[in-house]
């Protein structure tokens, strides 16, 4: 019982993975820009993204392609000509945002001035870790009950939790380096300013006291 609670507990603290469902249209264009759609996700995590993109016309082509924001700028599928059911999982290689863009590209035959013509309706799911996984599937296969089911369902989301937090930790060390690091450099600064300032008020006196005998002002 005390386990369960605990699960509970922790389920309402931190968020669950997360699910996004989003309707949306992309205009097309001879030379379209990139719409994309932008949810974070950790490194190593599955993510399975499930588009519906009904025929609108011939005389366009609707073109996906799944990238993220790190240093990489990593690539991980893409896909030309998009027509009607599309289903694609990917698993992330760092940790940062995920996204699922799209371009539009009209055809040449078509006038530009005639873009707003040619729209496609999509519709976009983008499941993130554990809501990811095919439980059902997984059932089928292990002859899982239905408690079973939940609870495997609840093994991955605490898993994603403790993968979180250990995230977390680690980044809050590398925010603690830095910050030491920073502090050593303006300790080190300040120190090398100060005693700039001590030689060049030496110097200044020195130079003075030299000036002033040679005007036979001091003795």
Same mark, same amino acid.
């Given at each position: 019982?005390l386990?369960?609670?605990?699960?509970?507990?922790?389920?309402?603290?931190?968020?669950?993975?997360?699910?996004?469902?989003?309707?949306?249209?992309v205009e097309?264009h001879?030379?379209?820009?990139?719409?994309?759609?932008?949810?974070?996700?950790?490194?190593?995590?599955?993510?399975?993204?499930s588009?519906?993109?009904?025929?609108?016309?011939?005389?366009?082509?609707?073109?996906?392609?799944?990238?993220d924001?790190?240093?990489?700028?990593?690539?991980?599928?893409?896909?030309?000509?998009?027509?009607?059911?599309?289903?694609?999982?990917?698993?992330?290689?760092?940790?940062?945002?995920?996204?699922?863009?799209f371009?539009?590209?009209?055809?040449?035959?078509?006038?530009?001035?005639?873009?707003?013509?040619?729209?496609?309706?999509?519709?976009?799911?983008?499941?993130?870790?554990?809501?990811?996984?095919?439980?059902?599937? @997984?059932?089928k296969?292990?002859?899982?009950?239905?408690?079973?089911?939940?609870?495997?369902?609840?093994?991955?989301?605490?898993?994603?939790?403790?993968?979180?937090?250990?995230?977390?930790?680690?980044r809050?060390?590398?925010?603690?380096?830095t910050?030491?690091?920073?502090?050593?450099?303006?300790?080190?600064?300040?120190?090398?300013?100060?005693?700039?300032?001590?030689?060049?008020? @030496?110097?200044?006196?020195?130079?003075?006291?030299?000036?002033?005998r040679?005007?036979?002002?001091?003795?």
């Amino acid at each position: 019982m005390l386990v369960l609670v605990l699960i509970l507990v922790t389920l309402i603290a931190f968020p669950l993975p997360l699910v996004s469902a989003v309707k949306f249209q992309v205009e097309a264009h001879h030379d379209p820009p990139r719409k994309c759609l932008w949810n974070y996700a950790m490194a190593d995590t599955l993510v399975v993204i499930s588009v519906s993109a009904p025929m609108a016309s011939s005389m366009q082509r609707l073109d996906m392609e799944i990238v993220d924001g790190s240093g990489s700028r990593n690539i991980y599928q893409s896909k030309r000509g998009l027509k009607g059911e599309t289903r694609m999982a990917v698993t992330t290689h760092a940790d940062a945002d995920l996204g699922v863009c799209f371009r539009n590209v009209l055809d040449p035959s078509v006038p530009e001035g005639d873009a707003d013509k040619h729209v496609r309706a999509i519709d976009l799911d983008v499941d993130i870790g554990a809501d990811a996984v095919d439980y059902n599937a @997984i059932a089928k296969q292990e002859s899982l009950s239905g408690l079973e089911v939940e609870m495997r369902k609840l093994e991955g989301v605490v898993k994603e939790i403790v993968e979180e937090l250990n995230y977390l930790k680690r980044r809050e060390a590398r925010m603690r380096d830095t910050n030491e690091s920073t502090n050593d450099r303006v300790r080190n600064f300040f120190f090398m300013t100060f005693t700039l300032l001590i030689l060049l008020g @030496i110097w200044q006196i020195l130079h003075l006291r030299s000036y002033f005998r040679k005007k036979y002002l001091i003795d």
